[in-house]
């Protein structure tokens, strides 16, 4: 099986430019969240898709984060303008719906390393 | 917000060494999670504990989730050099049916074994 995959693994852009992250979350999963690590802090949580609905977004920063999941397969994370402090590695998770299943622990992609200069 | 207060911040062994880590909170989880990040790759999960008071190993790691669903622990016994890495802690609350919410996250411990 393979496992979440995320798209670039580096990205290096100046201050005002828009960069858009992909994810790939694992085959079958319907959730899917987006994290993001700043320099040396917690992981902290963006946003929880359910298929392609937003089932939770109130750890995005603010109005220039967009994330979109449609089709609920693939998600991305655009960021426009991108400013200094959105710097930090992003990553995404996805895991099954549902406990039944008796599988929802979420699984991480290796995430993107932003830098905005 | 719900914080996680993860310690210690680091630790430097000798391999062959036990480590122990923990992660208490001020708010209740319904899940608590281990996860160990190494450099340029994304966190994996260690281990997943579903029930107050619950202790479950995975293999030299044994963690448990605290009685009063506001703390866990992990040890690590006879450490290896393979080891090294940053160890997060992580709690999860349901959202109901069937759907578990957002991770939030310990600051994490680094881990440094020396041979």
């Known amino acids: 099986e393979a496992g979440v995959t995320q798209f670039p693994s580096h990205s290096v852009i100046e201050k005002g430019q828009t960069v858009t992250l992909r994810c790939d979350p694992i085959s079958g999963h319907d959730n899917l969240y987006w994290y993001r690590r700043v320099m040396g802090k917690e992981i902290k949580f963006l946003l929880h898709?359910?298929?392609?609905?937003?089932?939770?977004e109130s750890g995005m920063p603010n109005n220039r984060f967009l994330a979109e999941r449609t089709g609920g397969t693939y998600s991305t994370l655009k960021v426009q303008p991108a400013e200094l402090e959105d710097s930090g590695v992003y990553f995404c998770?996805?895991?099954?719906?549902?406990?039944?299943?008796?599988?929802?622990?979420?699984?991480f992609g290796p995430g993107t390393r932003l830098t905005v200069t | 917000g719900q914080q996680l207060n993860q310690s210690p911040q680091s630790m430097f062994i000798q391999e062959g060494e036990d480590v122990s880590m923990n992660c208490t909170s001020s708010s209740i989880f319904n899940t608590w999670l281990w996860y160990k990040q190494d450099p340029g790759e994304g966190p994996v999960l260690l281990i997943a504990l579903y029930k107050a008071g619950e202790l479950t190993s995975n293999g030299r790691l044994t963690a448990q989730f605290g009685i009063t669903r506001k703390d866990s622990f992990l040890n690590i016994s006879a450490s290896i050099p393979s080891d090294v890495g940053i160890y997060f802690c992580a709690g999860q609350l349901s959202v109901g049916g069937t759907s578990y919410g957002k991770l939030t996250f310990g600051q994490g411990t680094i881990l440094t074994v020396h041979p």
């Open positions: 998770a996805s895991s099954h719906l549902g406990r039944a299943s008796g599988r929802y622990e979420q699984y």
């Open positions: 898709f359910v298929k392609e609905s937003k089932q939770d």
